[in-house]
């Protein structure tokens, strides 16, 4: 088969990577149109009944940006139909509800059927906790090797750590951009945008109301930004949880006027807090960004597409 080279531009350094040229000649760039599939929509450590681990995934073509890796982000990507689309993992920072899953994914995947490399993205020590994973999982991995005549997992992930704001990625399809924003006490957390062929997507992370998030989501079409309900945050008044829930993250109203300030056509609600106990409805959560959002405004559900 023919094939041509594609360039990562990946944290300075240039990585060559290939596909088919008649995936190249389909993926003309002006004609693709993206997908975003919110795979999980609540925030939180703790595993809910209604909604999983926040993820989403942004398909352009046959290929998969995954935006974090919350509990269950293989099953969801499997029912929405795109697991095998996976070719890069980004992950915002490091809270368990953000990477729980983020060995998992690759484990599964491989499990599945990946034998085709998937770079992945995220603060430090994203290259560390790759290759713990896949000691932690060694048993796994050399059976199944054997058994199953699968090529080893290890070659086939490339993490990147980012350090620092900019261009993280740009291939012949999307360009991705992070920007730190601010997420105390996590030393280092990232929200990224990306210019598919089509419009340009920015996802949030975890952040408190964030000035480097309104530049990075200048003009953007679709802004998918973390929701907290104020008068519902988690934690007794004046314990330690509440405290780290108000100051690290952003109410609903704040997250309007990010939208307004940064321009966007379509604000995506996700990653709720509370997400289900006690339970707030789409129309408070739509109500409360509605006071300082004019534009389309999405009340995320896992599995929707955007
Ligand atoms: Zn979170
Ligand atoms: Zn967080």
Known sequence: MDRRDFLIAAAGAVVSSRLPTGTLQAASAQTQKSRLILLGTAGGPTPKKTRSGPSQVIVVADRGYVIDCGDGVARQMMIAGVFRT???????HHHSDHNADYGNLLLLAWGDH??????????PPLARMTRLFLDLNSADLEVRERDEGRPPLAPLIRPHEV???????KDDLVTVT???????????????RFDCPDRSI????DTRPSEALVRLAQGADVLVHEALYGPAAPG?????????V???HTTVEDVGRIATKAGVKTLVLSHF???????????QWLAAARQTFAGKIVVGKDLMEV
């Not at 996976?86 to 915002?92: A, G, I, Q």
């Not at 992070?178 to 990224?192: K, N, R, S, T």
Request: aromatic share 4%; glycine share 8%; no cysteine.
């Open 236 to 244: 007794a008044p004046g314990s330690a949880l509440r405290k780290h």
């Open 114 to 123: 990946l034998t085709t490399a998937v770079d992945t993205w995220g603060p």
């Open 202 to 205: 920015v996802i949030s992370g």
């Open 178 to 192: 992070a920007a730190v924003v601010d997420h105390p006490l996590v030393p280092l957390a990232l929200a990224y």
């Open 163 to 169: 350090k620092a704001g900019g261009i993280v990625l």
């Open 86 to 92: 996976m070719r890069h993992v980004f992950l915002t």
């Open 273 to 283: 807090v509370p997400a289900e106990d006690p339970p707030i409805t789409d129309e």
């Open 246 to 248: 108000v100051d690290s």
